[in-house]
């Protein structure tokens, strides 16, 4: 479409709220303090499994200042919720450790926390098992796997093919639980006035927010008025309701008074979702030539008691290489643990890892270049699905990664470049993440003075919603952006989908450019000035935006990583990341560069310093803080490189764009891995690639 | 009880802080509240504050001034770094109730800090135009540290990372490795660094 508009898409535009985020001006949901508002303080479950047995509560009532201890006893009732990990307060089971069991509420933050330290807590304990080994008992084959995959697909004759390969690969690769931390911990300020309720949260949608509070308090929608207009990040944790702002909306309604509640930095890891344990083994076989002749992942994780997630790591196999013969299959064991959750790239994140390494391994027994391998196995269509892609551009990323990086130079041999106490490497590794999109809706007002306004209950995690969206409506409506202005964040406006699965921007924009062009339309067939109250156009994208597609839709890109790696400590130190996406037309590059960037370096965690454990005694994350639980510093972090090639796909969205929110992540850690096996020449199956496990394994390289 | 007002009475307050030990006069034995004046942003606050408030919560939850983030409340993230008597410290790490006389600069302050008539202190304008954040949670501490940051540099004071052949006391040339190390008390999940280090060397260039 023709638009001689600057300042729309495709330009790198600043973001909107930035003025605001680096002026200490941007609200967070805790950040708001309605008048008479006090607070409250989560008490915790310090036992794997049982139930409460008694709870004192004389001392913590004693507690100047304090207002109530909430208890099962005492809480509000909930109706019921389709998510048991939102039914809070409710009874005395403890279904796992980090369980709410009681709530303080009191003037202030201090005394509420003296009150939730004085609640006298007695369990009676059930044996647990919390710990995911290899071949758990009661492992189960699930129905389906998250995001509505099927547990298990199977084409050809896997086994039989792989037995035949002249050239295999059989491997283990473990990926520990992980954890989102955003920098912002789950909080949420709730007030209740004349039967309505208003919740300040930090969410990813404030629209299925709204939905559970309405549900489990019993209350028509209308009544309920959920904001969230900056969220200090998501990361998949806050993608659903999550229990806080349950138990912030019970606290007000106990106490009559506004109630702010903030999750401590340890309760988030056990309240608001983890990235389950994976065990992959992966099989692959080949020809001689490269040609794979059989794929199969097999996954292994872990879910609660209380909710059935199941990390769909084995689904990438069913997207990547050709091949007739393949299998990709899950189990999942429902233990003591917490409940796990979304974390950026479910699925992808942790099964690329394992398929990605296998690749290298196989390009190393075949002595081929590993660009050259995952060349020869580019498939013609979705192997799993027989569907054409709508596009796909894997190769160019790794050509152009390739160039951009000083691929060619590069001497195959494994652990052969040493300078001093440092052995170098370097690896590459393909990424990819699905097109998702939802139905959403959205108005725009044409206003006399000539600004527009959309409106849309989008929600900014930090991908610069409000910029983006402006830029899309500009280019619809033949303006430029900065005749747009963009109200999202509140419930009060029409309904969207939620900020997740890299789908935000394209379900949003699809409803925001709809809307813009039927205004557009009536703009132009209308003439002399417009009403006071403006012109207005909605858009419902339900039926469009959510139709089968007959085509596969992914995103690819391709990850390359240099490492040093010291042979006296064991230290990976990554020197250079580089990421080469084709995700679609790129809306704005300032912004999405930023994602990009953002998805590298949470992959470098994932590789080398993130790893979560659980305690087989208590049943509880240990070091789950962010002083045990190591997220990337900034001197852990190098130069670190996005970009990507033009892609032109019809058959997306108006906007033609795919999500970038994840795609970062995914191969980032197979990239480093890969780069400090061709270091070191040893191959490491288990992340994170910490000093410890590289050190003793490296023993002989001194 | 808080009571703010442009105030020139920095000079007293100042004395105030060096008062011996256990502090304020005023505090009995046992009392679990104490007054202090501190200066937040250039204004005077008196308030009565509970012994086990945290600065970080006096500013964010006594003084409305939320810009300054809370991630850990533990001194692992950063993201409540403010400046003390011009020096960066973690504020969920400060008792309130120690900070009389302090002088306490948050990233409302930055701009004025930077003594220039814009709305926005240089530091700040090179976040903006490097898209140094995402979510803008870390950001606040990102700024108020790398300002508390260049300022040591510029004193001299040395980094794990600083070659030992360099004369203390001398400015310390700020490379990525030096901004990097010295940054890293402050995470960022966004992974926004790589835009940071590069704000960051836009404004000593
Ligand atoms: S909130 Fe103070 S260091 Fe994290
Ligand atoms: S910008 Fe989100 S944590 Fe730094």
Partial sequence: ?702 | MDSSEESHAGASAQAVRHAPWPGPADSPAGATESRVALRVNGFSHTTEVDHRTTLLDLLRERLALTGSKKGCDHGQCGACTVLVDGRRVNSCLLLAVAQDGAEVVTVEGLADLAGEDGDLHPLQRAFLDRDAFQCGYCTPGQLCSAVGMLEEARAGAPSAVTDPQQGLGSAVRLTGEEIRERLSGNLCRCGAYPHIVEAVRDVIA
Avoid at chain 1, 388 to 401: A, D, K, T
Avoid at chain 1, 455 to 471: E, K, P, S
Avoid at chain 1, 472 to 489: D, F, K, P
């Fill in chain 1, 1 to 702: 479409m023709a638009s001689q508009a600057h300042n729309a898409v495709g330009s790198p535009i600043e973001r909107r709220e930035g003025g605001a985020k680096v002026s200490g001006g941007a609200l967070y949901a805790t950040e708001y303090t309605p008048p008479g508002c006090v607070y409250a303080w989560l008490v915790t479950a310090t036992v794997p499994k049982g139930r409460v047995a008694s709870l004192d509560t004389a001392a913590a009532l004693k507690v100047p200042g304090v207002l109530a201890v909430l208890t099962p006893d005492s809480a509000p009732r909930l109706a019921d919720t389709d998510d048991a990990t939102l039914a809070v307060l409710q009874n005395s089971e403890v279904p796992h450790h980090g369980w709410p069991v009681a709530l303080a509420v009191a003037e202030t933050l201090e005394a509420a926390r003296a009150a939730a330290g004085s609640v006298g807590v007695a369990y009676e304990t059930e044996p647990h098992e919390s710990v995911l080994t290899e071949d758990p008992p009661g492992a189960y084959t699930p129905d389906e796997v998250n995001g509505g995959h099927p547990t298990e697909r199977r084409r050809g004759d896997p086994e039989g093919r792989f037995a035949a390969a002249p050239v295999k690969i059989d491997a283990r690769y473990r990926v520990p639980p992980l954890y989102n931390h955003p920098m912002e911990p789950h909080g949420a300020t709730a007030s209740w006035r004349d039967g309505r309720l208003t919740v300040y949260d930090t969410s990813q949608g404030a629209d299925p927010v709204r939905a559970v509070l309405a549900q489990v308090f019993e209350l028509p929608e209308e009544r309920v008025t959920v904001v969230c207009e900056h969220v200090g990040g998501g990361f998949g944790s806050k993608g659903t309701p999550r229990p806080h702002v349950v138990l912030a909306a019970m606290a007000s309604l106990h106490v009559r008074r506004p109630v702010k509640l903030a999750l401590t930095r340890r309760q988030l890891t056990e309240l608001v979702g983890h990235r389950a344990p994976t065990d992959h083994r992966l099989r692959l076989g080949a020809e001689p030539d490269g040609t794979l002749t059989s794929l199969i992942h097999e996954v292994t994780t872990h879910t609660s008691r209380i909710k059935e997630f199941v990390e769909q790591a084995a689904v990438p196999g069913r997207v990547m290489y050709a091949g007739a013969n393949s299998l990709t299959a899950h189990r999942v064991a429902a233990l003591d643990v917490p409940t796990p959750s979304w974390m950026r790239a479910p699925g992808e994140a942790p099964g690329m890892y394992a398929l990605e390494s296998a690749v290298d391994e196989l390009a190393c027994a075949l002595a081929m270049d590993p660009i050259e391998l995952r060349t020869r196995n580019e498939p013609d269509e979705e192997p799993d699905s027989g569907r054409p892609f709508s596009s796909r551009h894997l190769v160019e990323c790794l050509r152009e990664g390739a160039k951009r990086f000083g691929w060619a130079e590069r001497d195959h041999r494994a652990g052969v470049r040493r300078s001093g106490a440092w052995l170098t490497g370097t690896g590459v590794a393909a990424a990819t993440y699905p097109v998702l999109v939802s139905p959403s809706r959205a108005t725009v007002t044409a206003h006399p003075d000539g600004l527009h306004v959309v409106r849309i209950n989008a929600t900014d995690i930090g991908t610069g919603a409000r910029t983006v969206l402006a830029q899309i409506a500009a280019e619809a409506l033949g303006v430029g952006a900065e005749a747009v202005r963009t109200e999202i964040g509140t419930t009060g406006l029409p309904k969207a989908p939620l900020a997740g699965g890299s789908s935000g921007t394209a379900s949003w924009g699809w409803a925001v450019h709809e809307a813009c062009r039927s205004l557009a339309r009536r703009l132009h067939e209308r003439s002399g000035p417009l009403p006071p109250e403006g012109l207005t156009a909605s858009a419902d994208t339900r039926g469009t935006a959510d139709a089968e597609s007959p085509y596969a839709r992914h995103a690819f890109g391709a990850h390359f990583a240099e490492v040093g790696v010291d042979t006296d400590t064991g230290e990976v130190r990554v020197r250079r990341l580089l990421g080469v996406y084709a995700a679609g037309r790129i809306l704005n590059p300032r912004t999405a560069g930023s994602q990009f960037i953002g998805g590298m370096v949470m992959g470098l965690g994932m590789a080398l310093t993130e790893g979560g454990r659980v305690d087989p005694a208590s049943g509880a994350f240990l070091g789950s803080d962010l002083a045990g639980y190591h997220v990337p510093a900034h001197a852990d972090v190098p130069e670190v490189e996005a970009h990507w090639i033009d892609e032109e796909d019809a058959h997306l969205n108006p906007m033609g764009s795919k999500g970038i929110g994840e795609i970062g992540i995914v191969g980032t850690a197979a990239a480093i891995g890969n780069a400090v096996h061709h270091a070191t020449g040893i191959r490491f199956r288990e992340l994170p690639l910490t000093p410890d496990q590289v050190h003793a394994a490296g023993r002989g390289l001194v």
